[in-house]
Antibody, heavy 123, light 107 residues
Framework: EVQLVESGGGLVQPGGSLRLSCAAS????????MSWVRQAPGKGLEWVSA????????YYADSVKGRFTISRDNSKNTLYLQMNSLRAEDTAVYYC????????????????WGQGTMVTVSS | SYELTQPPSVSVSPGQTARITCSGD??????AYWYQQKPGQAPVLVIY???ERPSGIPERFSGSSSGTTVTLTISGVQAEDEADYYC??????????FGGGTKLTVL
């Protein structure tokens, strides 16, 4: 079964840091671009960041550029999101999502999503 | 920044056809994708590449494209289709963009 399981969310103070993880199973992880997508409470979906299958290319939304870092460990089938200098507006459920096609573009559809992990930035 | 525009809400009676639109200047050049999200759940892909349906998605879900507008059509709407629906595409640089979402209410 293809599955993504996020972890690492929690409550953090403004200016703090948090690292999210996404454990993948059931598919050849290294063949697929992966993304993080977030959803603020009661709001819509917002793409945050993406990484190519090899990890050699990374992409960021302007809202997180310079503060967040995406990475992956293909030997552990795990995706990460290091979040620094967190702000109240970063409060959201963070989903990891798998690209639809092997060796596909990072702007492709997301066919598998994790259950999400909640990040709350508050003092 | 690039925007995809969806109506905030659409209401239909069971058995009728629901149409949800998504408008964006780059849609003639970029594929569109559609997701269904029920409360407390992760999004589910229901349409990719404008009109393709993933395996396991009921045939009543279909997609179409015309110029700067793409449309998700749900034929014979069922109560279980009540959900939020989001379109996704990309801007000219390839950055993924989501529409604001449409709440489908089944009366």
């Amino acid at each position: 079964e293809v599955q993504l399981v996020e972890s690492g969310g929690g409550l953090v103070q403004p200016g703090g840091s948090l690292r999210l993880s996404c454990a993948a199973s059931g598919f050849t992880f290294s063949s697929y671009a992966m993304s993080w997508v977030r959803q603020a409470p009661g709001k819509g979906l917002e793409w945050v960041s993406a990484i190519s299958g090899s990890g050699g290319s990374t992409y960021y939304a302007d809202s997180v550029k310079g503060r967040f870092t995406i990475s992956r460990d293909n030997s552990k089938n795990t995706l990460y999101l290091q979040m620094n200098s967190l702000r109240a507006e970063d409060t959201a459920v963070y989903y990891c999502a798998k690209g639809l096609l092997p060796y596909g573009d990072y702007s492709d559809a997301f066919d598998i999503w994790g259950q999400g992990t909640m990040v709350t930035v508050s003092s | 920044s690039y925007e995809l525009t969806q109506p905030p809400s659409v209401s239909v009676s069971p058995g009728q056809t629901a149409r949800i639109t998504c408008s964006g200047d780059a849609l003639p050049k970029q594929y569109a994708y559609w997701y269904q999200q029920k409360p407390g759940q992760a999004p589910v892909l229901v349409i990719y590449k404008d009109s393709e349906r993933p395996s396991g998605i009921p045939e009543r879900f279909s997609g179409s494209s015309s110029g700067t507008t793409v449309t998700l059509t749900i034929s014979g709407v069922q109560a279980e289709d009540e959900a939020d629906y989001y379109c996704q595409s990309a801007d000219s640089s390839g950055t993924p963009v989501f529409g604001g979402g449409t709440k489908l209410t089944v009366l």
